[in-house]
């Protein structure tokens, strides 16, 4: 895919904490997706993944970073009416949160049509918070694995109950999910970033139910 004048995240939050958007002119998404399906030991084991494997480019790209006196004042360099920027190009970079690999497994044991059992997967790979492709202003990859539960009654008139269980993150696994990044220049040359992140919750537990009339 193609894009010509699109709008994609710049890293930094606003005032009020929403993304800010910028315009890009040329930016191209290219790859593969993939399924698997296996039925097993009589259709009552099923294994199901997917992956998509992908390169997210901006061509001709430039940063703007705002430029300030000092770290103990900063008062905004102004130029003319407006506050001075720095600009630094890149011939090629990566489109903020676009991780190259997105992957999923699924392994459901379902013994009758009321009950079924599931262990999902979930993998999510390295991705940058802004559009600069700095190392040090990214996310890790991390993988993820949930476990649910579902039974359902035999319809009651003319409607049926579910109930679910799900065990989010059964191992307990650490990792960040989403965050945030800004620089902001100085005058004597000096830059600094920052970067916020949002931690997951580790294992938690969640029940539902669902009423279908």
Known sequence: MDYDNQMVQTGRLSDIGYKILENVKDIYRTGIELEFFLPMWNNKLQLSANATFSKNKI???TAYYDVYDNLNDY???MN???QLQNEVIFKTTNISFSPEIVSGINLTYQPN???YVSLLGKY?????LDNTSDD??????????NFLANYTFSKLGNGEV???LFVNNIFNKEYIANGWAATDAFSDGSVIHYIGYYPQATRNVM???ILKF
Not at 124 to 128: C, D
């Open 75 to 77: 008062n905004g360099v």
């Open 80 to 82: 003319g009416a407006s």
């Open 207 to 209: 029940t539902r139910v």
């Open 162 to 164: 579910s109930l679910q």
């Open 59 to 61: 061509k001709n790209y």
């Open 124 to 128: 999510v790979g390295k991705q940058y």
């Open 113 to 115: 049509t009321h009950f």
């Open 136 to 145: 040090e202003k990214s996310l890790p990859s991390y993988f993820t694995s």
